[in-house]
């Protein structure tokens, strides 16, 4: 069906079909959440009414809709093996892929392991290519979907994802590389120690847990055990590649910033100010404390730890306001919340480098030649030609498949 498509929004997933869009549900996440209420329920009488307020038990807000509330998710990828859908996701401290039956309600494992997490995958035939985080790393490794077997051809002090197939060559794999800093180095002994996988969530997506080196685009030959560099500069993350059928390489480029951990004088500025930021931790607690027992906050208005122009997208800040009114003044006919230094980019056989278009943080190619592009506030469909047709209002699309 045309401009049918797959498409991940503020970690849940959901299908356009030409016309409308549909949030597709986890079975897996629906199973997860229905134990913790029915636990949680169980367990109330010991928290709410006479008898726990007798007992000094009381405890307003530990009933099962807190609970629930508490549960966090996320849908990182989703692909398509012989009419099934699969897709990965992040449930508390779990995560695998399962396979969603078009037939049925129930769901089938495809890999699941409590100390790995496998989050970006692309299918080709019957294999498919993952990345499997581990003790702080990630690599790359290869399911055959027919027999269950998982082979890891990457290794090393790094964080690789975002694998997908050649479409030229099956034993090759295009994927995205980025270098641990010395000091994040894992001890021989703790190196291959199971951890918890909201640890490693914490890890991969948060911006300040660990400085990641600038990630580049790499070549993986799985025939010959051959890896080669091919997109990388200091100044630059290469993420998203896309390996189109006539040889062209198509990637987002966003500038790479390096936190070096400040200066001396920045370091002075941080002793000095101590007193004043464990005063404003001290009162954070205390206020967040009394709104959960009481209702009210110490203060006269609401504390808003975060501004609310500011999204985190893909594991970066952005300024959403600020970034919507530069584009519409730069004169974007569908101005979105990405900034146009991040930019889609198409690399051809013969090593022409050509911007396809400014402001993207997600793109699949379709077979037509047109491509669906995500820019933060919608997705839009990009002809050959350069003309954008608005399909539909999407905030903080990260992946359309």
């Given at each position: ?18 016309e ?11 199973s997860?959440?229905?134990k ?25 807000h ?16 989703v ?14 401290s779990t995560?695998?892929?399962?396979r969603k ?10 890999l699941?392991?409590s ?18 985080a ?10 055959d ?6 082979d ?6 790094v964080r690789d994802s975002?694998?997908?197939?050649s ?5 090759k794999?295009?994927f995205?590389?980025?270098?641990l800093p010395?000091?994040?180095k ?10 918890g ?11 300040s ?28 993350n290469?993420?998203s590649?896309?390996n ?21 004088f ?11 930021r464990?005063f ?15 209702g009210?906050?110490l203060?006269?208005?609401d ?12 594991g970066?800040?952005?300024?959403a306001?600020?970034?919507l009114?530069?584009?519409a003044?730069r ?26 278009r ?30 954008e047709?608005?399909?539909?209002a ?8």
């Amino acid at each position: 069906m045309k401009n049918s498509f797959y498409y991940i929004q503020d970690g849940k997933m959901y299908r356009f079909n030409g016309e409308n869009s549909k949030e597709i549900s986890s079975w897996v996440l629906d199973s997860y959440i229905s134990k913790v209420r029915s636990r949680a329920e169980q367990n109330e009488w010991k928290y709410n009414g006479q008898g726990a307020a007798f007992t000094g038990s009381a405890m307003p807000h530990a009933s099962a809709s807190e609970a629930v509330s508490s549960i966090f998710s996320r849908v990182n990828c989703v692909g398509e093996y012989k009419g099934n859908l699969l897709y990965s996701i992040d449930i508390d401290s779990t995560n695998g892929i399962y396979r969603k039956s078009a037939e049925s309600e129930s769901e089938g494992i495809v890999l699941c392991s409590s100390s790995t997490a496998y989050r970006s995958f692309d299918i080709k035939g019957d294999r498919l290519v993952a990345s499997a985080a581990f003790a702080g790393e990630s690599h790359i490794g290869v399911l055959d979907l027919t027999t269950g077997r998982f082979d890891t051809y990457t290794e090393g002090h790094v964080r690789d994802s975002s694998p997908v197939w050649s479409a030229t060559d099956s034993n090759k794999i295009y994927f995205c590389s980025a270098g641990l800093p010395e000091n994040e180095k894992t001890a021989p002994d703790e190196k291959n120690a199971p951890r918890g996988i909201s640890q490693m969530v914490d890890e991969m997506y948060s911006s300040s847990s660990v400085t990641l080196g600038p990630s580049a685009i790499c070549l993986l030959d799985i025939s010959e055990g051959r890896l080669d560099e091919l997109l990388s500069d200091n100044g630059y993350n290469f993420t998203s590649p896309f390996n189109a059928p006539d040889g062209s390489l198509y990637y987002i480029r966003r500038p790479y910033k390096y936190n070096s951990g400040g200066s001396s004088f920045g370091c002075l500025a941080d002793i000095l100010m101590l007193p004043v930021r464990l005063f404003q931790a001290l009162f954070g607690f205390l206020n967040v404390f009394s709104a959960k027992y009481s209702g009210k906050t110490l203060s006269r208005s609401d504390v808003k730890q975060k501004s609310d122009d500011q999204l985190m997208i893909d594991g970066n800040l952005i300024n959403a306001e600020r970034e919507l009114k530069e584009n519409a003044r730069r004169g974007d006919k569908n101005p979105g919340i990405i900034p146009r230094s991040w930019e889609l980019r198409r690399l051809d056989k013969d090593g022409n480098d050509t911007l396809i278009r400014s402001g993207v943080a997600a793109y699949k190619i379709c077979t037509d030649g047109s491509i669906l592009i995500s820019n933060g506030s919608h997705i839009l469909r990009v002809d050959e030609n350069g003309r954008e047709e608005k399909l539909l209002a999407a905030d903080k699309v990260t992946f359309i498949k």
